[in-house]
């Protein structure tokens, strides 16, 4: 099982939100709003029930053929 799918089981409810896009010549940035509630005790001071709140941005460079060549996600 992959990091992706394991990390599903820790979360009872998960949303993401895309809050801005921008886009440019050779790339675009999009920034995502991640809130999520625990469905398991993840230590002392994150446990089952709580909500959790990231902001991330994803950034997509494309060639000139206009494929993507990159994904980068910085959270």
């Known amino acids: 099982m ?5 990390a599903k089981s820790f979360f009872s409810e998960r949303h993401q939100k ?16 991640y ?5 398991k005790d993840l230590s002392p001071e994150l446990n089952i029930g709580d909500s959790i709140k990231l902001d991330g941005k994803s950034i997509f460079e ?3 053929e206009n ?4 994904l980068k996600d910085i959270s």
Do not use: D, G, R, W
């Not at 895309?18 to 709003?33: D, G, K, L, P, V």
């Not at 809130?35 to 469905?39: G, R």
């Open 2 to 6: 992959n990091q992706a799918e394991q």
């Open 62 to 64: 494309f060639s000139p």
């Open 35 to 39: 809130t999520a509630k625990l469905s």
């Open 18 to 33: 895309i809050t801005a896009m921008e886009h440019f010549e050779n790339y675009s940035e999009i920034t995502i709003e």
């Open 67 to 70: 494929k993507i060549t990159v």
